[in-house]
């Protein structure tokens, strides 16, 4: 952007040439203040650049000495403090010639103070411009509303002609549609009094009488408050939307202490309190609630409550709503609590030919279990796309300097009046600033040749080291699971009672106990690591941190997955099971579960008494700093468990939202209380889209092919569930596309595409290529505007640069040109007679 140059009459000032400040134009509206001030002094109307231009090159350089002579008697006092007076900047010279000022006072982006005649006229002119415009577009929409004339000409204007001009702006408004005067007197810079006036001159002008306040009729009075009844009543709606929103208010007061990256976290946070929050209306409204109202008949016996299975989820809950043993394969019928059996008929499908379940609605269990899993996956994957490419779109725009002053004056809310409100916007504006001139002040260290081959070599071993951690805990996960899978079969072989139920139970949270162990203690090991590489950046460093956790949430996530889907689905009699299904949402259900204990162990042992032990022990005032990719990837990893366990457990989002509800007032707390805010102030511009993109790709992607895995290749429990007698769980849905077919109804035509879309794996690598593909060219738009954005802004400082040359070699032409004009005068008076 181009430089602000002052060109001051009373002192010259120093150019500041390092950061754009609006401060650096006080001068310059002191100079035009004075200027405008001169013209209005002057004996005859008009401007100065009329008088100039009657003015011999003798006066005018006369007056130009004069002038400068007063403005060095003036700015003696200012003008102290400067080496000997003199400024290197031609710019900065003390007298200016007329040439020079007439430019100056002509320059559109120059023209301080708009006199009321000047809008009008401005505004007099576009509106005759759209009049003849109105033909081919009515439209004033594209007209630009920044527009700002010359003060030459307009800034001396007679009384006559300001309102002459004001009664033909009149005259153009009254011609204008409703939409497009509203419009044009919104953008005219003028008071709420003087657009009042003219609002009620074009009335007046269009009725052809006067008409005052008391004449208005009582229908138009009732039409007015109805209106503003109306737009009052929308108003308060959009701001009670507005305080819906969960913790906003704390949200504010984290941002303001702690940054934009503390502040990533807890917006993640609540992105998937909300994806929780849709899973749960959408499984608890089509399977939970009609099972419920619809239970299934038990033959067992009824499991009494002990309060093992809260940590478990086994024993009571096993027979429940909760996971996916105690959902039936009957046709639900409306206006009875019993159930339609299913029917087998030739073709080996299951059909309802109980004649009372064909006259009533009915509600197959089995088809609602199949859809509702692929349809809330579906609309979850397009939500996190859609989530995804506007995240880019708000994290790739511009980010420099200039974005400091914009937020230096023009971040403040005029409108926040409460004292605790002020406070927080103060603090956050302040944290703000701090991380913008945090990245205006980086500059990259040049470093030798042997500093950064020992950089490298450091670095090197620090992956080593963490992918070698990685490996050897994934392998522990494994062999640990065979193990348990191993002492498992070998129970079930001897078949002897050596444990009791409910230390049968109790062993079952070995296998989480230990996970949850690992993902406790190595991301404190990959914080070591990270310390002795000695990142000059903050963000790099948690950008590593996030990447080696992600590794290693991963593989613990893979191997477990392999140990529930590859070998306790295929063999469940082996260890003894009915239902595999419920035995693997119980699994997820006890991983989930002892995830948040292990959390809260943390926020305690590395938060709180770290604090204490640092200031007790220590005698240090620090406290640590939040974690932020440790944290996020809980997070990450809690979801992606929630995610494999829908299918397993419907209500396991619901787990999932008291987790996330607990966590957040957990961490704000612990926050509050034992953390300081980092050291280094840093803009996390980009946290939230690597957030979302990690959600997508590794977590939803890996849990959407397992869940499809399960549902097309592996044979459900032939004694319980919905999808008992089945070989596969799609072929439910195959079944009711048969039944569609056979019965010739008006759906054929979708289990045609149904058939192609589920069958043929072509069409879903299609549509995922699909999203891939807009993704990139979002990105890539994106990264293009970035682009034009930065050319555009070179353009401008060079065009700033152009102004500056062009004024310099105007006043050195009139220098060249003064000698002469002198030496002329000194003839002249020469010649003059004594």
Not at 90 to 105: F, Q
Not at 519 to 536: K, Q
Not at 790 to 806: A, P, R, T, V
Not at 807 to 823: D, M
Request: contains cysteine; glycine residues 6%.
């Amino acid at each position: 952007m181009a430089r602000n140059i002052t060109f001051d009459f009373i002192t010259p000032r120093r150019l500041e040439t390092t950061m754009e400040s609006p401060l650096d134009e006080d001068g310059l509206h002191d100079s035009f203040s004075q200027l405008i001030e001169e013209q209005s002094h002057s004996l005859a109307p008009g401007t100065v650049a009329l008088e100039m231009e009657d003015l011999t090159d003798e006066q005018r350089d006369r007056l130009t000495y004069l002038r400068g002579a007063a403005v060095e008697g003036r700015g003696q006092g200012r003008g102290r403090g400067r080496e000997d007076g003199r400024v290197t900047d031609p710019l900065m010279e003390g007298r200016w010639s007329s040439d020079t000022l007439r430019v100056l006072s002509s320059m559109p982006s120059r023209t301080i103070g708009r006199s009321r005649g000047a809008i009008i006229s401005q505004y007099y002119n576009r509106t005759m411009q759209l009049r003849r415009r109105r033909q081919t577009r009515p439209s004033i929409r594209d007209l630009s509303r920044s527009a700002r004339p010359s003060i030459r000409g307009y800034g001396m204007s007679d009384v006559c002609e300001e309102e002459s001009k004001k009664d033909q702006l009149v005259n153009n408004l009254q011609n204008l549609s409703l939409s497009d005067r509203i419009r044009m007197l919104r953008a005219m810079p003028l008071s709420v009094a003087e657009k009042s006036e003219l609002r009620r001159r074009v009335h007046n002008f269009k009725e052809g009488r006067p008409i005052t306040s008391g004449q208005i009729s009582c229908f138009s009075r009732l039409k007015y408050y109805f209106i503003i009844a109306l737009r009052q009543g929308w108003y308060s709606w959009l701001s009670f939307l507005h305080a819906l929103q969960p913790w906003h208010v704390a949200l504010k007061r984290v941002s303001g202490r702690f940054g934009t990256g503390v502040l990533s976290y807890f917006d993640f946070l609540r992105t998937l309190l909300l994806f929780n929050v849709f899973l749960f209306l959408v499984y608890g409204c089509f399977l939970v609630i009609p099972q419920a109202i619809h239970p299934p008949s038990t033959h067992g016996t009824t499991l009494l409550f002990t309060g093992l299975e809260l940590l478990t989820g086994a024993g009571f809950f096993s027979d429940t709503v909760m996971f996916y043993g105690h959902y039936s394969n009957d046709t639900l019928s409306s206006g009875s609590s019993s159930s339609c059996p299913p029917a087998h008929n030739d073709t080996g499908h299951n059909d309802t030919g109980h004649p009372a379940c064909t006259q009533r609605l009915s509600y197959n269990m089995p088809l609602a279990y199949f859809f509702t899993i692929g349809v809330s996956f579906f609309i979850t994957c397009i939500i996190l796309v859609y989530s995804m490419s506007k995240s880019f779109g708000r994290s790739f725009h511009i980010s420099n300097s200039h974005g400091l002053a914009a937020k230096v004056f023009s971040s403040w809310d005029f409108k926040v009046i409460k004292r605790s409100s002020v406070k927080l916007q103060s603090e956050n504006i302040c944290t703000q600033l701090k991380e913008l001139l945090s990245e205006v002040s980086r500059r990259e260290k040049r470093k030798d040749l042997v500093h950064r081959l020992w950089r490298l070599a450091v670095h090197a071993m620090a992956w080593v080291m963490c992918l070698g951690s990685t490996v050897g805990c994934a392998f522990a996960v494994y062999q640990f699971s065979e193990h348990m899978h191993q002492a498992q079969e070998q129970r079930v072989l001897d078949r002897a009672q050596v444990l009791s139920p409910q230390e049968q139970e109790a062993s079952l949270l070995a296998l989480p106990v230990v996970v949850s162990s690992f993902n406790l203690l190595l991301p404190g090991f990959f914080n070591t690591v990270g310390w002795m590489e000695e990142y000059d950046s903050i963000s790099v460093r948690t950008y590593v941190a996030i990447f080696r956790n992600l590794l290693f949430k991963v593989s613990l996530l893979g191997v477990l997955c392999y140990h529930w889907l590859g070998r306790i689905a295929p063999e469940p009699d082996a260890l003894g099971l009915q239902c595999w299904e419920s035995f693997v949402g119980q699994e997820l259900y006890r991983f989930l579960l002892m995830d948040f204990i292990f959390i809260l162990m943390d926020t305690f042992f590395g938060e709180f008494l770290w604090k204490l032990f640092s200031q007790k022990a220590l005698k240090r005032k620090r406290k640590p700093e939040f974690d932020i990719a440790r944290n996020v990837l809980e997070l990450i990893y809690g979801q992606t468990l929630a995610w494999l366990g829908v299918l397993f457990s419907p209500l396991l989002p619901a787990v999932q939202i008291v987790k996330l509800l607990l966590l957040f007032y957990i961490k704000k707390a612990s926050l509050m209380l034992n953390c300081q805010a980092p050291r280094r102030a840093w803009r996390a511009s980009q946290m939230s889209t690597v957030f979302i993109t990690l959600l997508c790709f590794p977590s939803f992607l890996g849990a959407a092919v397992s869940v499809a895995y399960t549902m097309w290749m592996l044979r459900p429990s032939g004694a319980c569930g919905p999808f008992r007698g089945l070989t596969t769980m799609f072929q439910a849905g195959k079944q009711w596309m048969q039944q569609v077919e056979e019965r010739g109804s008006n759906l054929s035509w979708l289990t045609g595409v149904l058939s192609s879309l589920l069958e043929k794996p072509l069409f879903l690598f299609i549509a995922a290529g699909v999203f891939l593909m807009v993704i990139y060219f979002h990105t890539q738009v994106l990264d293009g505007q970035r682009k034009v954005i930065s050319l555009l802004q070179e353009q401008i400082e060079n065009e700033g640069e152009d102004k500056k040359f062009l004024i310099t070699r105007l006043q050195n032409l009139h220098e060249q040109r003064r000698p002469f004009s002198v030496h002329r005068r000194t003839e002249r008076v020469k010649e003059e007679p004594a």
